[in-house]
């Protein structure tokens, strides 16, 4: 039988903690050739760069990477990694699913996905310092020493998003798809995301409507029941996803897919949380949620099953949890004993 080939990219903070237990689960049941490489601030030192060529050729070799979380400095330093590795890759849909789990008290019960466009909007990298925009800036009576950020959107982008939406919907028999956008403030960047849904959505049968993402922020917290597959553009999808994570448990308990046409990347929807490094603290529920998307993506859907199953009968049991997500802090337990019990329902 031909063995698996995946890039391994543990990242940093709580990154290798998680990514080793998501390993460990897919290693109980299939024999993975991983390739590790590494990106973000440990390439540096290793590499001199933060995006080696070693790591991208490697993603594209196998096609299909595991990704722990990976640091940014904020307000200087380099460029996000990830969104750099995204677009290298063309992984245009970042689709993030948000489940309500049993064993977890959220007051809503919540079935939705998020699908967030990856490779424009204010994520473009395009940014000006203090200064380089004073002319225009000027003639529209704005401060001429701001600094200015790029948000670009496209049709072609827009058009691809929704599409894919629109086919995710169909595919996992989803009810609605809602577009998320500012159109009333940002015309016409917005304005264009918004005509290019609705042209998509005439395509489908599939129910569809649209909402402004303040609204939505609010509708999300009230009655989230009433929503399937939100796609949005990059900024809003980042922030209503994390929004999302919140309402079934926690950042520790989401996980997240970055899909093109050639390659796809696995990965948290979680950072990588510097604070709780080396700490034995993490849920790995999300890190090893994403190994089972990986597996469902490459149709290993029976172990992708039981490992799914296998992490939701460890949190409905409720006595293997970490700090996050059990039923009292002075009950939690760490990173490892979580993986452990995990473990040992896997093997059974
Ligand atoms: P974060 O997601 O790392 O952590 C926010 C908080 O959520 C943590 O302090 C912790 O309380 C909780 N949390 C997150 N993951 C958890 C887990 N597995 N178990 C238990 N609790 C968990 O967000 P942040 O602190 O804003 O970002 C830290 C760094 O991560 C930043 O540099 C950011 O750029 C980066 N980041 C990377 C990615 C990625 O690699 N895809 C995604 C998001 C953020």
């Known amino acids: 039988m031909v063995k698996l080939k995946v890039t391994l990219i543990p990242g940093d903070g709580i990154g290798p903690e998680v ?3 998501a390993v460990q689960c897919v290693d ?3 024999d993975v050739d991983w390739h590790y490489t590494e990106i973000g601030d440990q390439a540096i030192k290793d590499f001199g760069k933060e995006l080696p060529v070693k790591a991208l050729q490697l993603a594209k070799k196998t096609k299909i990477t595991l990704k722990g979380p990976v640091t940014t400095p904020i307000g200087g330093g380099f460029h996000s990694v990830n969104v750099k590795l995204r677009k290298e890759l063309g992984l245009y849909a970042n689709v993030r699913p948000c489940k309500t789990l049993q064993g977890i008290d959220t007051p809503y019960k919540v079935d939705l996905v998020v699908i967030r466009e990856n490779t424009e909007d204010s994520y473009s990298g395009i940014e000006f310092k203090q200064g380089k925009f004073a002319r225009i800036l000027r003639q529209y009576h704005m401060p001429t020493n701001s600094a200015v950020a790029l948000k670009t959107i496209s049709s072609k982008a827009s058009k691809r998003i929704v599409d894919y939406a629109f086919k ?5 028999k989803r009810k609605k798809v809602t577009a998320v956008h500012k159109a009333n403030i940002l015309k016409i960047t917005d ?3 918004a005509k290019s849904a609705r042209e998509v959505a005439k395509k489908y049968t599939i129910k569809f409507e649209e909402k402004l993402v303040d609204n939505m922020a ?9 929503y399937d597959v939100l796609v949005t553009t990059n900024l809003y999808g980042d922030i209503l996803s994390d929004l999302c994570a919140g309402l079934v448990g926690g950042l520790g308990l989401v996980a997240g897919a970055n899909i093109g046409d050639r390659y796809a990347v696995f990965e948290t929807v ?3 949380a510097p604070k709780y490094a080396g700490k034995n603290k993490a849920n790995p529920a999300a890190a090893i949620f994403a190994a089972v998307m990986m597996l469902n993506h490459i149709g290993k859907e029976k172990e992708a099953k039981k490992i799914e199953d296998a992490v939701k009968q460890v949190i409905k049991e409720g006595r293997h949890l970490t700090y996050d997500i059990a039923k009292s802090k002075s009950k ?3 990173t490892k004993q979580m993986t452990a019990a995990i473990l040992k329902r896997i093997r059974k």
């Open 168 to 172: 995710y919907a169909k595919q996992n």
């Open 218 to 226: 609010m509708q999300l917290v009230k009655k989230p029941e009433e």
């Open 332 to 334: 939690a337990v760490g």
């Open 191 to 193: 304005g264009l995301f």
């Open 270 to 272: 979680h950072g990588s």
């Open 28 to 30: 109980a049941l299939l």
């Open 19 to 21: 990514v080793n237990a």
